[in-house]
């Protein structure tokens, strides 16, 4: 199986991530879609943290059904900061793909992908892709592949932000996650 790993905070997981996910898996040929939901990510803060745990219920209930998505759980029970390389590493041994796997990082983290964890390894181990996500320019002294994705101008710190202040954003993620984020109260304000 050709495989597409797609890491983030899932916080919580909306329709952007999910549509992006699908078009870079379609342009470049691959059969299923690996998320991953980070631990700590290293290079931006989480914001409103609900915890890892439910961050991967709503994940899970996002795609639950849907074969061609995964969720693995990897960078959470490895605990601590989560580095790509360390995930990628994994998803060669645990998943066995066909050839590399296409990894997916938004142009607004390009031009910062050199200051990753073993950068260079990651390119290694897996196709470097770059996916649209606010049109940022970017330098990359890296090999890698410009994805021609739609743009959904939806941001987990909005949707966030929306709940806290009871703006409407049920629309903006999916149905089951909005299902979990109000059966939990997740995100509400005190």
Same mark, same amino acid.
């Given at each position: 199986?050709?495989?597409?790993?797609? /890491?983030?905070?899932?916080? @919580?997981?909306?329709?952007?991530?999910?549509?992006?996910?699908?078009?870079?898996a379609?342009?470049?040929?691959?059969?299923?879609?690996?998320?991953? !939901?980070?631990?700590? @990510? !290293?290079?931006?803060?989480?914001g409103?943290? !609900? #915890?890892?745990?439910?961050?991967?219920?709503?994940?899970?209930?996002?795609?639950? /059904?849907?074969?061609?998505?995964?969720?693995?759980?990897?960078?959470?029970?490895?605990?601590?900061?989560?580095?790509?390389?360390?995930?990628?590493?994994?998803?060669?041994?645990?998943?066995? !793909?066909?050839?590399?796997? #296409? =990894?997916?990082?938004?142009?607004? $983290?390009?031009e #910062? =992908?050199?200051?990753?964890?073993?950068?260079?390894?990651?390119?290694?181990?897996?196709? $470097?892709?770059?996916?649209?996500?606010?049109?940022?320019?970017?330098?990359?002294? =890296?090999?890698?592949?410009?994805?021609?994705?739609?743009?959904?101008?939806?941001?987990?710190?909005?949707?966030? +932000?929306?709940?806290?202040? #009871?703006? @409407?954003?049920?629309?903006?993620?999916?149905?089951? +996650?909005?299902?979990?984020i109000?059966?939990?109260?997740?995100?509400?304000?005190?």
């Open positions: 199986m050709r495989l597409l790993v797609l /890491g983030g905070t899932f916080n @919580p997981v909306h329709l952007g991530h999910l549509v992006l996910a699908e078009e870079v379609w342009e470049f040929g691959y059969d299923r879609v690996l998320l991953v !939901p980070a631990s700590i @990510p !290293p290079h931006k803060a989480l409103a943290e !609900p #915890g890892p745990r439910v961050r991967l219920a709503m994940l899970g209930a996002a795609v639950d /059904g849907d074969p061609r998505f995964i969720v693995d759980d990897c960078e959470l029970k490895r605990g601590g900061i989560s580095y790509s390389v360390e995930t990628l590493a994994h998803v060669m041994e645990a998943w066995a !793909p066909e050839g590399k796997p #296409g =990894f997916v990082i938004g142009d607004d $983290l390009a #910062g =992908f050199g200051t990753w964890r073993n950068p260079a390894r990651i390119c290694e181990l897996a196709d $470097l892709i770059v996916a649209r996500r606010g049109g940022a320019s970017f330098k990359l002294d =890296f090999p890698y592949k410009r994805a021609h994705n739609m743009i959904l101008p939806i941001s987990s710190t909005d949707i966030r +932000t929306r709940i806290a202040s #009871g703006k @409407p954003w049920r629309r903006l993620v999916p149905t089951a +996650t909005a299902n979990y109000e059966s939990h109260g997740t995100y509400r304000v005190a």
